[in-house]
């Protein structure tokens, strides 16, 4: 029995972003089953197919469980190895690469999946231990144009109103987002409210549940997000549907947006999306003429070479309508994908912001927390994701150290992001199983999954939740925090903080944002919002009912015009491919694949309309070639008209369907997020 753990532990899912309260029931050192707790706040006795059944890769019989190392150098095998000997090559070697080329030869790509107080370390240890700023995690992949596009519109980097305010919208608008099978829990309580008679609109490309049931379905090409927020802007104001004395009192550059807007009627809007007006228009008024209007959106509007203008040109809707920042309107909820997107980005995980959104390039900020810290904080700001794997293919990076995250098959184009790690000297990787990078490392470090830790998760409403160990990690596997802090020492540095609880409690006291968390708070009180600046403040759940969080204290309207995706279909490559999410699984699928989920889904498909495959002659189940610029995929055809006439979409949750090999380098021109959601590609019978 490897457990010394029984009986019940509460914790919060490990899956997605709606962080879901769950009771983990242990047996013979094994997790039994999981159930969702009765009267939980965000769940209420609810929880979907991933976080209540796909808990069985804990145990599964391919889980790392002692480090392994290459000890022949690139061309030889993975060895098993000792802790210490596996530790002191890396650091060994980390610190050799340092010494000759710099510390900014040095990158570091933390968790979402990770707890908070990892996140803390790892974003320390990469400051105050390496010496460098390049530390970044994978919401630069999902999230980031939600909290650049939130910051710039609002002031803070978070969704503006708590789930419960679900419960009071009479309209929803649900753009690029899936719930139904991405955010299960949240779709549930969107469809509820619409059954019972709010309104639903929905702006996706793909015909999805939701969308089956909206008043409206916005289905516009993949990229023409920022045309189809400007062209029901534009109604709004043409319509009378604006909330003017709002508009008077608490926002700013409406002069601005009018005139970006004349171009955006709904018959240029029509061209480029390929929404009729008269749908625009009758969605405008749906949505602006409900008083509680509630915006949620995902990666839909996100994942796009314009993913920050996306989200500002989505954020002035609920402007133009005084629904963020009032008692009366459900404001705008960003749904993360994965569980901790959030608190990975708030514990300062970022390559130009320390923890709290501190700006690394603010002295005060700095000063903070080098005093804490007892080390000087690197001033100039790091490498994102995508700048790490340009770099070294530059040579420019010597080391690349990751923490739980498959960067092979989760990071666009493949082919790039092997060529990085091909160029690194060095690649540490700490994870649960042996990933697609893990594979290419030269060290690999055995890490506990969510059901092994101790500390907390921040969901998609910025509510910080506890994680607790209901199992112990199998073999030798420790916690990111218990490895972070044995390489930490292998260096000759000592990252304090020896529990989780003593990492909230030092991010307290460098970030202001959250003064008032720690365990013990919420041990005894429950989940708290951020902000949360003292001991004796709740957190705040609805943000900016005095003022807004800008330096005017203005919501900031953004005048953004349409700009085309990277990539536009022609001759050679004539179709779109869309990426996205199934419901049985998660990302990779490296957790889901390995339980009972696989039963429900057990390959991928690439989804085609029928008339589309009539005309190349592809069945149900078909064998297909989808190529991009970057490379081919092999994988069955699924004829269903949830995709739109020259449009396809898959996932990416299996190794052998590995859809970012098609996926394209081209970034939100902000954020660097990758535009997972268009890519040029042909199809072919294989
Ligand atoms: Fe977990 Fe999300 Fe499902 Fe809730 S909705 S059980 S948080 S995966």
Known sequence: DPSP??????TTCGYCGVGCSLDVHVRGGSVAAVTPVHGAPVNRGHACVKGRFAHGYTRAR???????LRRGGRDAPLEEASWEEAVGFAAGRLAAIRAARGPDAVAVISSARA??????????YARAVLGTNSVDNCSRLCHAPSASGLTAAFGLAGGTNPFDDLDRADCFLVAGANPTEAHPVVGARIKQRVLAGAGLVVADPRRTDLADLADVHLRGRPGSNVAVFNGIAHVLLAEGLADEAFLAERASGLAELREVLRDHPPERVARLSGIAPGDLARAARRFGSAERPAILYGLGVTEHRHGTDGVRTLANLAVLTGSVGTEGGCGVLPLRGQNNVQGASDMGALPDHLPGYQPVAEPAARERCAAVWGAPVPERPGLRIPEMFDAAVAGRLGALHVIGEDIMRSDPDSG?????????????????????????????????SFLEKDGTFTNFERRVQRVRPAVAPPGQARSDFAILHLLAGALGADLGCPSPADALAECAAVAPLFGGLSHARLDRDG????PCRGAGERGEAVLYLDRFATPDGRAALA?????PPGEQPDGAYPFVLVTGRRLAHYNTGSMTRRTANAELLS????????ADADRLGIADGDRVEVASRRGAIVLAARRTDEVAPGELFTAFHFPD??????????????TGCPEYKVSAVALRPA
Not at 603 to 610: F, G, I, M, S, Y
């Open 62 to 68: 391919d889980r790392l469980t002692v480090p392994l």
């Open 5 to 10: 753990l029984a009986g019940t532990t509460r």
């Open 416 to 448: 790039h992001v092997r060529a990085a790690l091909a160029a690194c000297e060095l690649v540490v990787c700490q994870d649960v199983f042996l990933s697609g990078t893990a594979e290419l490392a030269d060290v690999v470090l055995p890490a506990a």
């Open 603 to 610: 390959a991928e498909t690439l989804d085609v309309h029928p």
């Open 657 to 670: 369907a590995p859809a970012n090999v098609l996926t394209s380098g081209f970034a939100d021109t902000v």
């Open 559 to 563: 005048a953004r015009p349409y700009l």
């Open 115 to 124: 707890t908070n107080e990892e996140n803390y370390l790892a974003q320390k």
């Open 527 to 530: 989940p708290l919002h951020w």
